[in-house]
């Protein structure tokens, strides 16, 4: 509950989760806000530089009453219309407090992009929570693949030559690279200048890194350019890997079937092992799938107790 104190600040329940991680202090962290509505847009951009975590969500009433909440997402720079591992995380929350029916087999969201449809797992060794995808759509090939090799701290022969760098999205973007094992994936190292001049002309998307290690299994790295020269490294990022099973998928490096199952480990080489999974559905001939779904455990850290003033 928001409570108003005499000299008018609010307090406001916030609660500190690790998202796609069955462990604390691994995977990648969220903090969100609840019961947030009495917050300015400006206020929320404010909290989540305060946070310095690479998304913070503030949970609102729903347009739609038949909806669970509506989500709003910052990262310490900017609002986002979608993301992963904030979807996912605040799904949690919303169970954990009691904002959610603990027995719900579903629910919906809403985000920036539109209604996101949620779907809860019980039956393994704990809850996984599953975020359907928007429509993948895949975009420019980006023709440097040279440069764009130098600027990651690779060579061509680390690139899979039959794949090619390409852009694709759900709703967020990402540039799309393929390599050809786990170690180069590890090797990698962004200049952030050089990064800028080539993906420019394509929106500066952020950059996915992955080699497929055995037929269901990535091993990945996302390298995300927040400002000019400025790269920052995310340790799970649910909205990149749905498309990248897809991707993955179109270009053969995963087999093609009805179901495809896929795990994608991230954020090992930065010290937060995360474990993204990844689930696609494909109707006969469909050059896309009909269904992206992504999922994972989440982990509490802490509740803590947010004053602003009004």
């Not at 989540?48 to 909806?67: M, Y």
């Not at 929350?93 to 449809?117: N, R």
């Not at 980006?142 to 694709?168: F, H, K, N, W, Y």
């Not at 990698?188 to 890194?209: C, H, I, K, M, R």
Request: proline share 6%.
């Amino acid at each position: 509950m928001v409570r108003v104190m005499a000299n008018e600040a609010r307090r406001y329940r916030l609660r500190w989760v690790d998202v796609f991680t069955d462990r604390a202090l691994a995977g990648n962290p969220l903090a969100v806000v609840l019961q947030a509505d009495g917050l300015s847009t400006a206020q929320m951009q404010a909290i989540a530089r305060e946070t310095n975590l690479s998304e913070t969500t503030f949970v609102l009433p729903p347009e739609k009453r038949e909806h669970a909440a509506k989500v709003r997402i910052f990262t310490p720079y900017a609002e986002l219309p979608f993301a992963g591992h904030p979807t996912v995380g605040t799904s949690w929350v919303l169970l954990d407090d009691g904002l959610v029916s603990s027995d719900a087999a579903g629910f919906t969201l809403e985000e920036g992009i539109g209604p996101i449809t949620v779907t809860v797992d019980r039956t393994g060794r704990s809850v996984v929570l599953w975020m359907a995808h928007p429509t993948v759509k895949f975009g420019e090939t980006i023709a440097q693949r040279d440069q764009l090799a130098a600027a990651l701290g690779l060579t061509m022969a680390d690139l899979r030559s039959e794949v090619p760098v390409q852009v694709a999205s759900t709703g967020v973007p990402f540039a799309y690279v393929a390599l050809k094992d786990a170690a180069a994936v590890d090797r990698a190292v962004a200049n952030g200048e050089a990064l800028s001049s080539v993906l420019d002309q394509y929106g500066l998307p952020p950059v996915f890194l992955f080699s497929p290690v055995t037929s269901d299994r990535f091993y990945s790295r996302m390298f995300g350019l927040h400002s000019w020269a400025r790269v920052v490294e995310d340790p799970a990022t649910g909205s990149a890997s749905g498309p990248a099973g897809a991707f993955a998928v179109r270009y053969g490096l995963v087999p093609r079937a009805p179901q495809v199952s896929i795990v994608s480990e991230q954020g090992t080489k930065m010290g937060r092992q995360s474990f993204i999974q990844i689930k696609l559905a494909y109707s006969a001939d469909a050059e896309i799938p009909e269904r992206i779904e992504v999922g994972g455990w989440v982990v509490p850290v802490m509740t803590a107790e947010l004053s602003v003033k009004s």
